[in-house]
């Protein structure tokens, strides 16, 4: 993780755990602190498919909390991951937008990164 840590405002960064992945929208980075304050924009999950492809699941967030993480625990997203999630992600149909679903996944997706990376919070 953190492969690029000099993170700019308005930059997609991505935070993968697990079968998880969180794209967010860079707000600010805090660097005497180590820390970047994030929007989130989209959740992606990975679940296996009945013909062993792997298929995915795709949570707008783009209405919830912003995060302030740990800068290390982000990457640069590239191009070529988010910009076709980005363009299924505004054509979502409403009953996939609902907020407080959403907020339930961020929150199971923020529990997983603090289980899965505890030092990074120290």
Known sequence: MGFDLNFKPGQIVSLEC????????VIQVVEAR??????????VVLVSGKDSSEEYTL??????????WPLS???????????????????????????????RQLRDFVDRVWVAFPTAFN
Not at 18 to 25: A, F, P, R, W
Not at 82 to 99: F, M, P, R
């Open 73 to 103: 625990l982000f990457r640069a997203a590239l191009d070529t991951e988010v910009i076709s999630l980005l363009t299924q992600l505004q054509s979502l149909d409403s009953e996939k937008k609902d907020a407080v679903i959403a907020s």
């Open 34 to 43: 180590q820390v970047c304050w994030v929007r989130p924009l989209m959740l």
């Open 59 to 68: 949570s707008d967030l783009r209405d919830g909390a912003d995060l302030l």
């Open 18 to 25: 697990g079968d998880g992945c969180l794209h967010s929208e």
